[in-house]
T-cell receptor, first 112, second 111 residues
Framework: EAQVTQNPRYLITVTGKKLTVTCSQNMNHEYMSWYRQDPGLGLRQIYYSMNVEVTDKGDVPEGYKVSRKEKRNFPLILESPSPNQTSLYFC???????????FGPGTRLTVL | QKEVEQNSGPLSVPEGAIASLNCTYSDRGSQSFFWYRQYSGKSPELIMSIYSNGDKEDGRFTAQLNKASQYVSLLIRDSQPSDSATYLCAVNMEYGNKLVFGAGTILRVKS
């Protein structure tokens, strides 16, 4: 089944404790992206990747890191999480930005 | 001006009516436009994509694009309670090669 998977689905952590949210797709997509969704603000892009070893900042990259060592994986790293990073996070993938993006199920992160 | 703007709603329509959702965008060079539906607590799913001026129909859904006016809309005919969701407009911006989402319009279909 073609899909984007994210783990964990839910996470409660404390300020400053490093965490990684994994994202994996099995559709051989070149383009992958991370979004956060907050009430009233819609989906805001954090980072995106056009292909392996090619990443770039989106609109809200501060406090986040990403890597793209393999085509299928695009982990999101929070080196020192803060409460303002409490949000719903989505990973998405597609063949390109002019194509349909497929979304993962979401990760609800709470930083205390 | 926001890059992609939508009325947040909620838009309330009775069952069986036509729901009309609107979206405007700032980048005149944009070429790809998408409508996603998102149920509460779920991930967005694509309903329609449109790339050229005019109408595109798929079942009860019609997407309309007017590049001159920088306007894209989604019509839902014979609205059902199951259509109640948040509808996200997304535009592929020519600059930066990125997909930008509007904040979404909440649709409520009353039975």
């Amino acid at each position: 089944e073609a899909q984007v998977t994210q783990n964990p689905r839910y996470l409660i952590t404390v300020t400053g404790k490093k965490l990684t949210v994994t994202c994996s797709q099995n559709m051989n997509h070149e383009y992958m992206s991370w979004y956060r969704q907050d009430p009233g603000l819609g989906l805001r892009q954090i980072y995106y990747s056009m292909n392996v070893e090619v990443t770039d900042k989106g609109d809200v990259p501060e406090g986040y890191k990403v890597s793209r060592k393999e085509k299928r994986n695009f982990p999101l790293i929070l080196e020192s999480p803060s409460p303002n990073q409490t949000s719903l996070y989505f990973c998405a993938s597609s063949f390109g930005t002019s194509n349909e993006q497929f979304f993962g199920p979401g990760t609800r992160l709470t930083v205390l | 001006q926001k890059e992609v703007e939508q009325n947040s709603g909620p838009l309330s329509v009775p069952e069986g009516a036509i729901a009309s959702l609107n979206c405007t965008y700032s980048d005149r060079g944009s070429q790809s436009f998408f409508w996603y539906r998102q149920y509460s607590g779920k991930s967005p799913e694509l309903i329609m994509s449109i790339y050229s001026n005019g109408d595109k129909e798929d079942g009860r859904f019609t997407a309309q694009l007017n590049k001159a006016s920088q306007y894209v809309s989604l019509l839902i005919r014979d609205s059902q309670p199951s259509d109640s969701a948040t509808y996200l407009c997304a535009v592929n911006m020519e600059y930066g090669n990125k997909l930008v989402f509007g904040a979404g319009t909440i649709l409520r279909v009353k039975s």
